[in-house]
């Protein structure tokens, strides 16, 4: 899936050591779907070339306002009025307070000067020159000129030191860059979204846990902010990095038995929306061992269950009216192995919820594709089988609806 697909981006490169990033980015970028312009600041060819950046892109890089190779002589017009957005990566404390002021003495700031599309900057500095009075008037500035900054981030710095000013890596970019141009359904919303499995344990050593992989409901969380939601992820054992972590719209709560998830989503509850996509176990072991089990020869352990508490119909019973809709909006999960419309559905009379999504459980576990089937009360709709982000988007977009 290509989220970028036909979106034309202006990618600037202003001078700093971080430009060293821009060809990736730049590579990220056409890899999902973007036509990538770049136009380089005199300084930004210091660390990289523009033989470089026109082999990956395949398009000539722009370096001067005074360009003749275009016909009318205006770079900064031509280039602006094609574009869906103006991407600048670094972006420099010394292009920022340019741009923040107006001033517009070479291509690159005059193209930001002269645009009529979104203009993004992905700062890049040392701490120390992030955190100065001037930089950060900067930055204020440019925020209320209705201009977005992605980043920076804290981390170990290429003077040795560490800090903010951090720039973002090209795969935090690109999918920040995804999510500006996401439509925001579930702005001003808080989501609340258990995903993976859990694990119950029988020792130390052992436990009973399922083949949920979390993709599901982390495509789910990724997608909600990318609609603008605030989200809290509640995570079992899974091996996933938390989505557009970098945003700051996103919280992550990691936990592994049942019990431990059910405390966290119910201190959680307080939320718009709820996606109960966790594949939760529905029975834990009575009393763990609290050592090893050993092998008896052949002998197997008996073993006493107990049911673990119903996340999903707890929050359910807890649930209130807000606006005539229910608060949270609850949406469940069911992974059957046949029968899915019918289980689905029977389920979702049982908790009590307005909606519940299901599929073939054996069908999608670890897989990055799947295939949905929404029900709610008035009726059902399949969604077709593609990969799981794209199916979270489209399910955000249903949801938003209801609520």
């Known amino acids: 899936m290509q989220s970028l697909l036909n979106k034309k981006i202006v990618l600037g490169i202003s001078g700093g050591i971080a430009a060293y990033k821009a060809p990736e980015l730049a590579r990220q970028l056409m890899q999902e779907g973007a036509s990538v312009q770049v136009v380089m600041t005199e300084a930004a060819q210091q660390f990289v070339t523009p033989v470089t950046m026109q082999a990956l892109t395949g398009n000539p890089v722009y370096l001067s306002q005074w360009d003749s190779t275009i016909p009318n002589n205006m770079a900064h017009i031509e280039l602006s009025r094609s574009a869906d957005a103006i991407l600048i990566a670094p972006a420099s404390a010394d292009l920022m307070a340019k741009l923040s002021l107006g001033l517009a003495d070479d291509l690159l700031t005059t193209l930001c000067l002269a645009r009529d599309c979104p203009l993004l900057l992905t700062p890049a500095m040392n701490k ?129 038995s049942a019990k431990e998830m059910h405390a966290a989503t119910l201190s959680a509850a307080d939320s718009d929306v709820f996606f109960a996509v966790a594949a939760v176990a529905d029975w834990g072991i009575a009393k763990p061992a609290k050592e090893k089990l050993k092998r008896q020869g052949n002998q197997a352990p008996s073993l006493d269950f107990v049911a673990n508490p119903d996340i999903l119909l707890d929050i359910a019973k807890s649930a209130k009216s807000k606006g005539g809709k229910p608060y949270p909006y609850c949406v469940g999960f069911a992974a059957e192995s046949n029968d899915l419309e019918k289980h689905a559905d029977e389920k979702r009379k049982r908790k009590g919820i307005p909606m519940i999504v299901g599929n073939i459980g054996p069908d999608t576990f670890g897989s990055d594709l799947n295939q949905l089937i929404v029900i709610d009360a008035s009726g059902s709709k399949k969604i077709a089988k593609a990969e799981k982000l794209q199916l979270a988007r489209q399910l955000i977009q249903l949801v938003a609806k209801k609520i």
Do not use: Y
Not at 128 to 141: D, G, I
Not at 170 to 189: M, N, W
Not at 195 to 218: C, L, Q, Y
């Open 128 to 256: 120390q020159m992030w955190e100065h009075a001037a930089t950060q008037r900067s930055a204020q500035r440019l925020a209320s000129d209705g201009v977005t900054l992605l980043g920076p981030a804290s981390g170990l710095q290429a003077c040795g030191e560490v800090g903010m000013g951090r720039m973002l890596e090209p795969t935090e970019i690109t999918e920040q860059l995804i999510a500006f141009f996401q439509k925001k359904s579930l702005a001003g919303k808080r989501v609340l979204i258990t995903a993976g499995p859990t694990f119950e344990a029988i020792d130390p050593v052992r436990g009973i846990t399922n083949h949920s992989s979390g993709k599901m409901g982390f495509a789910i969380a990724r997608a909600a902010v990318e609609a603008g939601a605030q989200v809290h992820l509640i995570a079992g054992p899974c091996d996933l990095d938390t989505p557009l972590l970098a945003t700051g719209q996103i919280t992550r709560t990691n936990v592994v």
